[in-house]
């Protein structure tokens, strides 16, 4: 059988993993023992999670989709979330809300993120309606490199007005259409925390936009990082 | 009447909500009258409405179909186009008679359907009532067509 690859294409495909992998060691080392030490801003990040008082931020850029969220602890178990999520800066999708959780023990947790907010899309497309998500965000941190897990579910409702003159009456006739658009996305990556005051992720995201809608949906890529104060050292809850 | 109430409050508070519309979309009545060259009874002429172009910078394109009516063999035609004046500009109507009734423009093997279009830079609220659109070339699809007229 013949190879895919001419010898020379191989031999860089080799040198990109080796690349990567020293790349990905070099990530796992950098972040020693942090997580171990008690609650850091990156798992507060990626779980949408915080102690009464303690805050993160964080800003991340991919293709195609890039965004900014701060969050701060309200009570035990609640946190506000702000953020503004936008694809491409065709669509943006600023919203807040609460982050509430569910399962909180020093390795892992889970939570659920409600949101109200809305969607502005500019382009040859465009849209724009008041939206509200709900997430299921899963993290763990048994050790420098925590990895997370998001599933997200967005509506839209769209208003759409036409106006139609017609001729010889100068009122137009005015009619209203809604409509919904759904939008999901689940998301993949690793947290990482070389100090519990700052810490970067990476993450695939797979954001099926408007289903139904539009037909073709491209997994993307993000790197994010995250600053903050997670609050005193200990037990996460 | 308590229910329209409900929904219209509703609207009202969307619309504020989220500052405007989704889409705002303005639709005049164009009146479409004239005559088309006639092709026999037992034929029907399709006639299209297109923008003469639409979109900007890489996603420029020349034609957009707005609607289509048919007229039965030809002749006189009188239609109410409703016309989207925000997603293009200028108008072309294009127009060809379906001689062999398979509701296609010359499909495989067909090579005798005559095509004919006119072009309407500006449309306004004055009736276009004078147009003339004689069916001289044949299976000249509508791109090539008004690419050959209107430049």
């Known amino acids: 059988m013949k190879a895919f690859l001419p010898r020379q294409s191989r031999v860089r495909a080799h040198a990109g993993g080796v690349c990567w992998l020293a790349v990905a060691v070099l990530l796992v080392l950098s972040t020693g023992p942090a997580l171990a030490q008690g609650p850091s801003v990156t798992v507060d990040w990626a779980s949408a999670s915080s102690r009464p008082g303690a805050w993160s931020t964080g800003v991340q850029g991919g293709w195609p ?3 900014l969220r701060a969050q701060l602890g309200l009570a035990q178990r609640v946190t506000l979330v702000g953020e503004l999520d936008t694809a491409v800066f065709r669509r943006f999708q600023p919203s807040a809300g609460l982050g509430l959780l569910l399962v909180g023990t020093p ?21 724009q309606g008041p939206s509200g998500t709900l997430r299921l965000r899963l993290v763990a941190s048994p050790g420098p490199v925590g990895p997370y897990l998001v599933a997200g579910t967005r ?42 005051h700052f810490g970067f992720d990476v993450a695939i995201d797979w954001h099926f936009v408007d289903v139904g809608v539009v037909a073709l949906t491209l997994p993307g890529v993000h790197f994010g990082i995250q600053v903050g104060n997670p609050g005193p050292r200990g037990e996460v809850r | 009447m308590e229910l329209r109430v409900r929904r219209g409050v509703f609207l009202l508070a969307l619309v504020v909500a989220t500052g405007c519309w989704s889409s705002d979309e303005v639709l005049f009545e164009v009146a479409l009258s004239g005559t088309i060259d006639e092709v026999g009874d037992e034929a029907d002429v399709w006639v299209e409405a297109y ?64 095509v004919g279009g006119v072009g309407i830079d500006a449309p306004t609220e004055e009736p276009a009532d004078e147009l003339q659109i004689p069916l001289g070339a044949l299976c000249t699809p509508p791109e090539r067509l008004a690419w050959e007229m209107l430049r």
């Open chain 1, 65 to 67: 989709w890039s965004g």
């Open chain 2, 51 to 114: 923008y003469q172009s639409i979109g900007s910078g890489e996603l420029a394109t020349d034609i957009f179909l707005i609607d289509a009516f048919r007229v039965s063999g030809g002749g006189a035609f009188d239609y109410q186009l409703l016309y989207p004046v925000d997603r293009g500009r200028g108008l072309f109507v294009y127009a060809w008679a379906d001689l062999d009734g398979d509701g296609a423009l010359c499909a495989p093997g067909v090579t005798d359907e005559p």
């Open chain 1, 107 to 127: 390795k892992a947790r889970v939570s659920l993120e409600l949101g109200l907010g809305s969607v502005v899309q500019g382009g040859v497309l465009p849209q």
């Open chain 1, 155 to 196: 509506h839209t409702l769209l208003h759409d007005r036409t106006r139609t003159y017609r001729l010889g009456v100068e009122d137009p006739e005015v009619s209203v259409q809604l409509s919904h658009r759904w939008s999901p996305w689940l998301q993949v990556g690793l947290a990482f925390a070389p100090t519990r």
